[in-house]
């Protein structure tokens, strides 16, 4: 059932009705029964908490949960760094392997004591393989490592002290294409004959038709080789052809592939493109073309587990239907990024509205725990290599920003930060842009800060570094420090699943975070203007008593309303 407070005045009853009445036309769209949440009232005035509009909470697929229900997601946080633009260790102004092993202190020094690292978990690195493009998403070696970046030697250091401080490591593994350089394409091109040749895909071998539309929005799929006949496919570009899964020498070398990686200390994978393996047209999108895609990963898996049982694989599976998400997590990965969250989070921070987090979420794990056997863990983000920086879509708005990284640090999953988000970098596309070098020191050419190529988005009044930032108490640096902290140190944040918690006040954002050792309410004040709130009392939960912890120690708690100041988060047990 959905605990509420009885006791509401009878100057909010129009606006709890109302409530109700979005919220049932919600139930409606899921499916009908309760939604095992808590409501409280505002006596603030503000305005009512409109139904949320991510596509997650219209999926009918999507069951509700009971009170009994805890999707627990033990978690850590991981950070995301394009290796080229991190720390030059060499002054050749590209980053390397021995600038990342340098700069490990900043992210965790591994003493749990102290407070001046970052305190990440985990490390993703983007593609560190031989490859002719600068970013690397266009493999033309898949057992070495990009020289500019260093030796494998360099590598295995970088790991074997990441893991010394208690860091897991895991990189980009890009298994749908290679690129067109990969001499297994070049020999396939060349020799019809040749043993590679079908670990491509030619329309004119397997009989297939040309034309059709790319199911990654890139055109025609369709590319032709200079001085050759027939056409392969390559559905981001020309430069990176297609595998073809339906040859098991493709699939079991991709499997030696990660097998290879797992055994030079790797801890798992974030596999790129992952819908894409046979999903390859925009008519190909399917359930079943779907289905198919989760044999390979399962088989791909059930290949790695036998090296390193613990594997963590995530998945790009850019697509905003909870149920297409959902296929993946069942014994193929462990998590996918969630990128409808990180839209929802960063307009939520924007706008300063709440848009029922805590309701989608609750739903969406329910499914998720159900396809998975209760064994995932949502990977969420705010923006990665892909899309325009955090800073950027907020405007340079420092408190917004703020909010933004609380929201994703209080919500369970891995969450995963891009580097330079904990300074506010700016980047907008191209992708250059958003992959400008990380901003170490006020100065662009101290040493070790990576040149490789020109900050465009963070030079002059824009620039704000990592030297700047650190004796400021009031960084947005500071503030993912103390954020990062709760979600380690409070076990609810850190390992709970969540439930809904209505505050009929569309400022505030609040959920429970629930774990099997305690439970949590986090409430989050989006809006300039202080907020209050009245506990909701006598719950199954238990009532919440004292602030556990707060982002200004303005906040208070007197009997049971609790009043937040101007852009405040707030832990209450």
Same mark, same amino acid.
């Not at 080229?84 to 992210?107: A, C, H, V």
């Not at 594997?311 to 014994?331: C, F, H, I, P």
């Not at 703020?402 to 988000?421: D, Q």
């Not at 949590?520 to 912890?549: C, M, W, Y």
């Given at each position: 059932? +959905?605990?509420?407070?009885?006791?509401?005045?009878?100057?909010?009853?129009?606006?709890?009705?109302?409530?109700?009445?979005?919220?049932?036309?919600?139930?409606?769209?899921?499916?009908?029964?309760?939604?095992?949440?808590?409501?409280?009232?505002?006596?603030?005035?503000?305005?009512?908490?409109?139904?949320?509009?991510?596509?997650? &909470?219209?999926?009918?697929?999507?069951?509700?949960?009971?009170?009994?229900?805890?999707?627990?997601?033990?978690?850590?946080?991981?950070?995301?760094?394009?290796?080229? #633009?991190?720390?030059?260790?060499?002054?050749?102004?590209?980053?390397?392997?021995?600038?990342? @092993?340098?700069?490990?202190?900043?992210?965790?020094?591994?003493?749990?004591?102290?407070?001046?690292?970052?305190?990440?978990?985990?490390? !993703?690195?983007?593609?560190?393989?031989?490859?002719?493009?600068?970013?690397?998403?266009?493999? &033309?070696?898949?057992?070495?490592?990009?020289?500019?970046?260093?030796?494998?030697?360099?590598?295995?250091?970088?790991?074997?002290?990441?893991?010394?401080?208690?860091?897991?490591?895991?990189?980009?593994?890009?298994?749908?294409?290679?690129?067109?350089?990969?001499?297994?394409?070049?020999?396939?091109? +060349?020799?019809?004959?040749?043993?590679?040749?079908?670990?491509?895909?030619?329309?004119?071998?397997?009989?297939?038709?040309?034309?059709?539309?790319?199911?990654?929005?890139?055109?025609?799929? !369709?590319?032709?080789?200079?001085?050759?006949?027939?056409?392969?496919?390559?559905?981001?570009?020309?430069?990176?052809?297609?595998?073809?899964?339906?040859?098991?020498?493709?699939?079991?070398?991709?499997?030696?592939?990660?097998?290879?990686?797992?055994?030079?200390?790797?801890?798992?994978?974030?596999?790129?493109?992952?819908?894409?393996?046979?999903?390859?047209?925009?008519?190909? +999108? #399917?359930?079943?073309?779907?289905?198919?895609?989760?044999? !390979?990963?399962?088989?791909?898996?059930?290949?790695?587990?036998?090296?390193?049982?613990?594997?963590?694989?995530? =998945?790009?599976? !850019?697509?905003?239907?909870?149920?297409?998400?959902?296929?993946?997590?069942?014994?193929?990965?462990?998590?996918?990024?969630?990128?409808?969250?990180?839209?929802?989070? /960063?307009?939520?921070?924007? &706008?300063?509205?709440?848009?029922?987090?805590?309701?989608?979420?609750?739903?969406?794990?329910?499914?998720?725990?159900?396809?998975?056997?209760?064994?995932?863990?949502?990977?969420?983000?705010?923006?990665?290599?892909?899309?325009?920086?955090?800073?950027?879509?907020?405007?340079?708005?420092?408190?917004?920003?703020?909010?933004?990284? #609380?929201?994703?640090?209080?919500?369970?999953?891995?969450?995963?930060?891009?580097?330079?988000?904990?300074?506010?970098?700016?980047?907008?596309?191209?992708?250059?842009?958003?992959?400008?070098?990380?901003?170490?020191?006020?100065?662009?050419?101290?040493?070790?800060?990576? @040149?490789?190529?020109?900050?465009?988005?963070?030079?002059?009044?824009?620039?704000?570094?990592?030297?700047?930032?650190?004796?400021?108490?009031?960084?947005?640096?500071?503030?993912?420090?103390?954020?990062?902290?709760?979600?380690?140190?409070?076990?609810?944040?850190?390992?709970?699943? /969540?439930?809904?918690?209505?505050?009929?006040?569309?400022?505030?954002?609040?959920?429970?975070?629930? =774990?099997?050792?305690?439970?949590?309410?986090?409430?989050?004040?989006?809006?300039?203007?202080?907020?209050?709130?009245?506990?909701?009392?006598?719950?199954?939960?238990?009532?919440?008593?004292?602030?556990?912890?707060?982002?200004?120690?303005?906040?208070?708690?007197?009997?049971?309303?609790?009043?937040?100041?101007?852009?405040?988060?707030?832990?209450?047990?």
């Amino acid at each position: 059932m +959905k605990y509420r407070n009885w006791f509401i005045s009878s100057s909010q009853t129009s606006r709890w009705t109302l409530h109700v009445a979005l919220v049932t036309t919600l139930f409606i769209v899921l499916l009908t029964g309760c939604t095992g949440g808590i409501s409280n009232t505002s006596s603030n005035g503000a305005n009512e908490t409109e139904s949320p509009t991510n596509n997650l &909470s219209n999926d009918p697929s999507i069951p509700t949960l009971t009170t009994t229900s805890l999707d627990t997601q033990p978690s850590t946080v991981y950070y995301e760094i394009f290796v080229r #633009s991190f720390y030059d260790s060499d002054g050749d102004g590209i980053g390397d392997f021995k600038g990342l @092993t340098e700069k490990l202190d900043y992210l965790n020094d591994g003493n749990p004591d102290t407070d001046n690292d970052l305190g990440i978990g985990g490390i !993703w690195l983007m593609p560190i393989n031989t490859s002719p493009s600068y970013h690397g998403y266009d493999v &033309s070696n898949y057992r070495e490592v990009n020289p500019d970046y260093g030796t494998m030697e360099d590598f295995t250091n970088f790991i074997n002290e990441a893991h010394k401080r208690g860091i897991k490591v895991i990189m980009d593994l890009v298994v749908n294409h290679t690129s067109n350089e990969n001499p297994w394409f070049t020999q396939s091109a +060349k020799d019809k004959s040749s043993k590679y040749r079908n670990w491509y895909v030619w329309a004119e071998d397997s009989n297939r038709s040309l034309g059709g539309t790319s199911a990654a929005s890139t055109g025609d799929p !369709w590319h032709t080789v200079e001085g050759k006949d027939g056409h392969y496919l390559g559905i981001f570009w020309g430069g990176m052809p297609d595998l073809n899964f339906d040859n098991q020498e493709v699939r079991d070398e991709m499997k030696d592939i990660g097998k290879f990686w797992l055994e030079k200390g790797l801890d798992g994978f974030r596999v790129d493109a992952a819908k894409h393996i046979y999903e390859d047209l925009l008519t190909d +999108k #399917s359930q079943e073309t779907t289905d198919k895609n989760v044999a !390979w990963w399962q088989e791909f898996r059930s290949g790695l587990v036998q090296s390193n049982p613990n594997t963590y694989l995530v =998945s790009e599976v !850019w697509d905003k239907g909870a149920v297409t998400v959902a296929s993946y997590l069942n014994k193929a990965f462990d998590s996918s990024f969630n990128f409808s969250l990180a839209e929802t989070i /960063i307009q939520s921070a924007k &706008s300063e509205r709440d848009n029922n987090i805590g309701f989608i979420l609750e739903r969406t794990y329910k499914l998720y725990a159900e396809k998975s056997g209760g064994e995932f863990v949502d990977a969420t983000f705010l923006t990665n290599h892909d899309l325009n920086r955090v800073m950027s879509q907020l405007e340079g708005n420092k408190e917004h920003a703020k909010m933004a990284a #609380s929201l994703l640090l209080t919500l369970p999953g891995n969450p995963f930060i891009y580097y330079g988000e904990e300074i506010g970098m700016l980047g907008v596309k191209p992708d250059e842009g958003i992959r400008e070098p990380m901003v170490w020191f006020t100065d662009d050419s101290a040493a070790g800060q990576a @040149t490789w190529q020109a900050s465009i988005n963070n030079h002059g009044t824009a620039r704000s570094s990592v030297e700047e930032q650190l004796s400021d108490p009031d960084s947005l640096l500071s503030h993912y420090r103390q954020l990062i902290r709760w979600k380690s140190s409070i076990p609810a944040l850190r390992d709970g699943g /969540i439930q809904e918690y209505t505050t009929d006040n569309a400022s505030l954002a609040a959920y429970i975070r629930q =774990s099997d050792e305690e439970t949590v309410l986090v409430v989050h004040n989006l809006s300039g203007k202080e907020q209050t709130l009245g506990l909701a009392l006598d719950t199954d939960l238990g009532e919440f008593k004292s602030i556990l912890q707060a982002t200004k120690p303005e906040a208070t708690l007197t009997s049971n309303t609790l009043t937040l100041p101007a852009y405040t988060t707030v832990i209450l047990k």
